[in-house]
């Protein structure tokens, strides 16, 4: 078996970690809906919110989770607009939402043009319920 396969067999072992802002209803609605791929592996879900070790390493590293949520695919973790495109890769193609995810930020550009967007959505909506800031960072 060449050596390719081998390592495409392998990859559902890989860590799939989305940490992302639990009291967003934009966000928790996102990460309901999105569906990766059966041999991509499991994702694991983590409230940004909650103590953890994923945002305490994400802390560590200086990654502002009010900026952006952070996807960990293997040892590597993506920030903001790259992880939304990396999630959307592999993501499924089944269903409304997810092809229309797929349409908007499979381009690494147009997630890049996309996301400060959806950030400044996310914002207005948190000032509008009355929810404060993350703040993992402490500079708010």
């Known amino acids: 078996m060449p050596e390719s396969e081998s390592s495409e067999r392998d990859r559902p072992n890989r860590q799939l970690r989305l940490v992302y802002d639990g009291e967003c209803p934009m966000c928790r609605r996102y990460v309901r809906w ?23 390493e994400l802390t560590a590293r200086g990654i502002d989770l009010d900026e952006g949520f952070a996807l960990q695919i293997g040892k590597r973790w993506y920030h903001g607009n790259e992880a939304l495109h990396r999630l ?14 797929y349409r908007l930020f499979a381009s690494q550009e147009r997630a890049a043009r996309l996301y400060p967007l959806l950030r400044a959505c996310r914002t207005g909506l948190l000032k509008l319920l009355r929810r404060g800031a993350i703040d993992n960072l402490g500079r708010k």
């Open 88 to 101: 959307t890769l592999l993501g499924t193609r089944s269903g409304a939402f997810n092809r229309t995810m």
């Open 34 to 56: 999105q569906r990766i791929r059966r041999e991509v592996g499991e994702l694991e879900l983590i409230d940004a919110r909650q103590a953890s070790e994923a945002r305490r």
